[in-house]
């Protein structure tokens, strides 16, 4: 009988700290970059309705529509979707005048971020992306160890392209843009993402993420698909998540020239888009003018409320999507306390406060916080 084994068999309380300490070896890459943290639902305050203005969900009802088509295609679940998306990838064809072989589904416009650093990065290689910007960018190029360049956004929240172009290299692999951004809300303008690319080395991959697209209203507002057809090495990310008001089902889709997306193919989860979820975007698709015409009273109702918010002394960046940035700094903290205190979650992202547009009453008991903290904090 074997000793050792008897006493591996029970094990001590000192076998199981030890155990904890032997945790498994991770990749050093991990230690560099923070977990995504997803917007906190708010805080139940007695007598307050509370609201959740800290994820850039759409406020609006579902299209009735689009519920049908849920009910409708809550069909066998032993068997795997189509893989291809076809059906999706017809009508999103049929709609942005695009070649089948220029597009992709994917599980929301993150799975693309995971996949398009997956097939341009590695440890030797660099990326650049503006910052403050979407929490996934560090994560996805932190991920695969590739040497992160964060350019800091202009005072005014915009992307520094001067500076985005000066920290191309030649190790230089992956560039992301962000219009409008996440965060801050400005959009990038046709001409400045043109003089841009044309200083970007054709074989670097830039990604332009138009997750919010249909809330921008700001002419010159560069759009991804005609620039997509000028320049092979242009990708476009978009989503059903943020205007079509489908986050909760999980679709994205890329539009690149096809040797991006073979590359895609090869980086995404098999079968990661449900059937389900895949008609509902389809039939959200055929209501295209619905859901444009609903992102555009989103979008007027941002600028009344950025309006009001400038009224009583905000400084608040141009606003172009479903939310309006407050560059609070270190006055973020005390900011969000006073939100949670009324039933309102917010979201602190250290620089500032992002705030989703939401009801009206949810933007009023905002704006009410809003004057009471400027009165506190910076006028008394
Ligand atoms: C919400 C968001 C996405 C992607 O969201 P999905 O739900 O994964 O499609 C991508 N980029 C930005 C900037 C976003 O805010």
């Not at 007598?47 to 579902?62: Q, R, V």
């Not at 389900?276 to 409320?305: C, M, N, P, Y």
Request: aromatic share 8%; hydrophobic share 40%; with cysteine.
């Amino acid at each position: 009988m074997n000793d050792s084994a008897a006493s591996d068999s029970v094990p001590s309380s000192a076998s199981v700290s030890g155990a904890c300490a032997a945790s498994p070896r991770l990749r050093g890459a991990l230690e560099t970059f923070p977990p995504y943290i997803p917007g906190k639902p708010p805080r139940q305050v007695e007598g307050l309705e509370p609201f959740k203005l800290s994820s850039n969900e759409n406020f609006l009802p579902p299209l009735p529509a689009v519920l049908d088509a849920m009910v409708a295609h809550a069909t066998n679940p032993a068997l795997y979707p189509d893989d291809a998306a076809l059906a999706l990838r017809q009508g999103l064809s049929d709609r942005l005048g695009v070649g089948l072989d220029q597009l992709i589904v994917t599980t929301g416009a993150s799975e693309l971020l995971v996949a398009l650093t997956q097939i341009t990065s590695d440890t030797t290689t660099e990326a650049i992306y503006p910052w403050p910007s979407f929490e996934m960018y560090p994560q996805t190029t932190g991920l695969v160890g590739s040497t992160r360049h964060e350019v800091p956004l202009t005072a005014d929240g915009r992307h520094d392209l001067d500076a985005m172009a000066e920290a191309i290299t030649d190790r230089t692999s992956f560039i992301i843009l962000c219009s409008p951004n996440n965060p801050t809300g400005p959009v990038l303008r046709d001409d400045e993402v043109r003089t841009f690319l044309d200083k970007v080395p054709s074989h670097v991959l830039v990604a332009l993420d138009e997750a919010y697209w249909e809330f921008a209203t700001a002419p010159g507002r560069a759009d991804g698909l005609s620039l997509v057809r000028d320049y092979p090495n242009l990708v476009l990310l978009r989503t059903f998540s943020k205007a079509h008001g489908l986050a909760g089902l999980r679709v994205g889709y890329a539009v690149a020239h096809p040797p991006v997306i073979e590359g895609l193919l090869k980086a995404v989860i098999p079968f990661g888009v449900t059937d389900l979820s895949q008609a509902a975007a389809l039939e959200s698709l055929k209501h295209w003018d619905e859901v444009l015409d609903r992102a555009a009273r989103i979008g007027q109702t941002r600028d009344t409320f950025a309006a009001a918010l400038r009224e009583q002394g905000w400084d608040v960046p141009e606003a172009q999507a479903n939310y309006v940035w407050l560059p609070l700094g270190e006055k973020s903290d005390a900011f969000e306390d006073a939100c949670v205190e009324q039933a309102v979650a917010v979201r602190n992202l250290g620089d500032g406060v992002r705030i989703s547009i939401g009801e009206d009453d949810a933007l009023a008991r905002v704006l009410e916080i809003a004057e009471r903290f400027r009165f506190e904090h910076f006028e008394k």
